[in-house]
């Protein structure tokens, strides 16, 4: 395998830190919102831009490639069915066919931690109670980042981190229990943000934010945004929570993610997209299946903005991915098929027209606050468009013919076994205009559809979205390695725990797994909020 995995280092220097003065009489001073000079905020917190810096770096981790690779890309990015690998790494037994290979999730699991919980729990320390903003700064992106993990595993260790018991072990919070915490530090950090909103930020704030360059209001938005997104994800299992999280983030001034602009994307200079190495120089991540027959079927403009035209004589210059968890040979036999465009210097994590496509959801459940329903469905694919410059999506969005395309694989070890034909339950026959008098599950299918072909390339919440709703519809493996662990039709809907959890800290692990719906630490186990049906 051409793949290297990075054992992290922790933050060293953070480590050692040992803040020995805080600031003085900060309740006598009324310079700014939080009692304290920007000269006497940068002398006792120096530190705190860089630990938020690494956090918001590693939400999506962007260096070492190898370790995206292993964080995401050879996890959430197949499973959405944005990408796929031409590799067959490990004899093609491997995470993509369901047989998880446990150095990868090891990665997967601990980058988080080691990344963005760790500098996030030093930077509450230093602040809460004394530097509001960069306190709630700590809370949005440490949320922004574990609900991710949660995703993946559901019971994360979290509420007690960095609190062992008396045998060593730390405990993990149950799913339920964890997305609780989120719903209470999103609201901590909107309530301090809420009043902050049309002032100017500290020196320490603007330093510390690589998204928005210390803009108050578009910090607001974006946790209103996440509050509104996770409260959509419980919606299947706690109706009565989601509905009082999500009309809280409807109803505050500060309002959602409205344009590009607004978009939580992270800024990493000019260092290169891992993507680009992973699908560029090592050539080990191409286009999945089912992006290219939707956005294919759909003429969609942001295809060419994706992907590139694939090489190979067979499918020359057309648009065509690889069928995820196929019987493949070697690498050569799909390497010329359609790969990524080139990606800039941003990670995009968050979308204002996701905002947009969550917001007509919560109007088809009926939440106050959420608009009309239509609207915020064509708004979300403009603000797409506006994203990509792409002028007017008006003739798009009321196409009522289009249909996503059959996917026919040339190259398939055995003729006609990766293809998909019309008539198949895996190929969608949704349009894309709005329709009215359509079953809520049909709005929902157009609305998650679209966010799905406006979230790309972010695989992670994609996976999630798909697990929660079933949509879009994906195309289901055909090679099952999982050994009866996964149902080849009802998806892989978690990923196991490492063993290095279970020989560290195994007892809180069994504890963990207990919380599970099954429970059983495999990956066909759904999560707390992904109820079997």
């Avoid at 989601?242 to 344009?259: R, V």
Wanted: charged share 20%; glycine share 8%.
């Amino acid at each position: 395998m051409n793949y290297k995995i990075f054992k992290i280092a922790g933050l060293a220097m953070a480590a050692t830190l040992c803040f020995s003065s805080c600031t003085k009489n900060f309740e006598d001073i009324n310079k700014n919102p939080y009692g304290s000079t920007d000269e006497e905020l940068a002398a006792d917190f120096a530190l705190v831009p860089a630990l938020l810096q690494q956090a918001q770096r590693s939400i999506y981790l962007y260096q070492p490639a190898p370790t995206f690779q292993l964080q995401q890309n050879l996890l959430s990015d197949i499973y959405s069915g944005y990408m796929m690998s031409p590799t067959p790494f490990g004899g093609n037994i491997n995470n993509i066919t369901y047989s998880f290979v446990d150095g990868w999730i090891n990665t997967t699991f601990s980058t988080g931690y080691t990344n963005v919980m760790n500098p996030c729990y030093k930077v509450a320390g230093f602040t809460k109670g004394k530097v509001p903003d960069s306190y709630a700064m700590s809370l949005i992106v440490k949320v922004e980042a574990m609900h991710r993990t949660s995703d993946i595993f559901g019971p994360i260790i979290y509420s007690k981190y960095n609190t062992p018991s008396g045998d060593g072990s730390v405990e993990y919070d149950s799913q339920k229990d964890v997305y609780y915490t989120f719903f209470e530090e999103l609201k901590t950090a909107i309530d301090i943000l809420t009043p902050l909103a049309d002032k100017t930020s500290t020196e320490l704030f603007k330093k510390s934010d690589l998204v928005y360059g210390g803009n108050y209001k578009q910090w607001l938005q974006f946790a209103n945004t996440l509050r509104l997104r996770l409260a959509l994800r419980i919606v299947n299992v706690d109706a009565a929570k989601a509905k009082l999280e999500g009309e809280a983030a409807l109803a505050n001034p500060g309002g959602l993610l409205q344009t590009y602009k607004d978009n939580f994307t992270v800024d990493i200079g000019s260092t290169t997209h891992p993507l680009n190495t992973i699908c560029g120089s090592w050539g080990d991540i191409l286009m999945g299946a089912p992006i290219g027959t939707y956005l294919g079927g759909y003429n969609d403009p942001r295809l060419p903005l994706y992907f590139k035209k694939a090489v190979d004589p067979a499918v020359k210059d057309r648009y065509i991915g690889i069928r995820n968890g196929i019987n493949i040979d070697g690498k050569a036999r799909y390497a010329d098929y359609s790969k990524l465009v080139d990606l800039p210097g941003k990670l995009q994590l968050v979308t204002a027209a996701e905002a947009w496509f969550l917001k007509a959801e919560a109007a088809i459940r009926g939440w106050a606050g959420a608009g009309n329903a239509q609207t915020n469905y064509e708004t979300g694919i403009q603000t797409s468009f506006n994203q990509y410059s792409l002028g007017s999506a008006s003739t798009y969005y009321n196409n009522a013919t289009s249909l996503p395309a059959e996917y026919i694989d040339p190259k398939a070890m055995t003729a006609g076994q990766n293809d998909i034909k019309k008539g198949s339950q895996y190929l969608s026959t949704v349009t894309i205009k709005w329709e009215e008098g359509v079953t809520l599950d049909r709005k929902l299918e157009r609305i998650i559809t679209q966010k799905w072909i406006a979230n790309f390339p972010e695989g992670q919440e994609a996976w999630s979205e798909f697990r929660r709703t079933g949509y879009p519809k994906l195309f289901p493996v055909v090679v099952n390695n999982s050994g009866g662990k996964v149902s080849t039709t009802d998806f892989v809907r978690r990923a196991p725990f490492p063993s290095n959890e279970y020989s560290t800290n195994g007892a809180a692990v069994a504890k963990a797994v207990s919380t599970l719906s099954e429970p059983k630490d495999v990956g066909g186990t759904h999560l707390w909020w992904d109820p079997k049906k």
